[in-house]
Every structure is written in C-alpha cells, then in structure tokens.
C-alpha cells in the first residue's frame, strides 16, 4: 500500500531579493514561484525569510532556528538557499564560504531537510562581477559535491541587457519586475518541479 504524501513546507531563505526588493509589482521572484507552484495534494505552503545583506556566516548562524519554527515532524521539509554576494563586502574569504554553504548543506541533509541553492546575481559593476563569478563557482561546486540543484544565476545574466539596464536605472542597483521575471524563470527551469516532484505547471 502507497503511503500518502506528505504535505510540503518550503523556507527560502536569502537577502532583501527574497523580500521582493526593487519589483515595483511587489512580487519578487519568490512570489512568482509561488504562483506557479500550486498544488492541492500535496499542499505546498512556502515561507520567505529574507536577511537583509545576508552573507554565508550570517545563514549559517540562523538557519536552523529559522527553519524549525516552520517545519513538523509530519511535513516534506525543504530549504531554499538564495545566495548573494555579500561575503565579497564582508571580507569572507572564498574557502570560508564554501565552507559556511558545506555546513548548512550538510546539516540540513542530517536531519533530512532537501535543499535547492541559488547562486548570486550579477552586479551592475563589471569589476565587481569578475569576484562574484569566482564566488558562484565556488558554491557551485559545493552542491554539485553534494548533489543538491544549484541555480547559475550569474552567467544567464551578466550579459543580460534586459537585466543591466534595470540595474543601471536602480537607485540601489537592484533587478525590477523583469529582473526578478527572470530569476523565477531560471528556478522554475533548474528542476523545480522534478526537485518537489510535482507536475510541471505553465508560465
């Protein structure tokens, strides 16, 4: 006899993108995930947890406490990572945060928590861009070490014109509602249905 499904509880964690920053629909890539992440069985019921200006060490230290307020025993428990580049400005050395990133992973798949990585976007400085693209490789590669789904959200980007010109015209050098379009876009293309192994739905 099958056994039923569970139902599913998401938290995202990330910065203020995951707060819907810079979209002027208030939307955010979160809430166009959301949007097409609907489903009556299992019910999915997804919490954004932004940070602002999060770096790794600063997900480290609060992911557990974040996360158990909103997961139950009888729950499918999955973890969203949204990472940025904030390490860059904190003085994070690139081995430390692969580290950082290693252990939440590693945590998370001990208690039996999947996780799916999205990696920081690009900068509307180009200088900035050659360190933030060394940064997602790096936590590329610490997911693909562990087999957890990771989101390039720099490369599909960085060339972008779509992308930079909103960034350009940010007052804070944010994406706006095509940005944010496009970073739902590359989720909802990286094996998010197979990740919560439900039906792909339209968008």
Known sequence: MTEPRRNLRIVVLGN???????????????????????SDYPRVDIYALPAPEESTAMLAERWQAETSRRFA????????????????????????????????????NSAGIKCFVIGPIPSRNPELNYAIEHLSSGFEDVCS?????????????VDLPRWNEELQ??????????????LAWLVLN?????????PEQDF
């Open 16 to 38: 203020e993108l995951a707060s819907a920053a810079g979209d002027p629909k208030g939307m955010g890539w979160v809430g166009r995930v959301v949007s097409k992440t609907q």
């Open 73 to 108: 025993a009888d729950t499918d428990n999955r973890l969203v990572i949204a990472l940025g580049s904030q390490d860059l400005n904190a003085g994070i050395s690139m081995s430390r945060s692969r580290l950082n990133l290693a252990n939440v992973l590693d945590s998370a």
């Open 145 to 157: 070490r562990r087999n957890v789904t990771y989101v390039d959200a720099f490369h599909p980007l």
């Open 169 to 182: 015209n940010s007052e804070w050098g944010l994406p706006g509602q095509q940005g944010h379009g496009l």
């Open 190 to 198: 990286a094996g998010w249905y197979a990740w919560l192994d439900l």
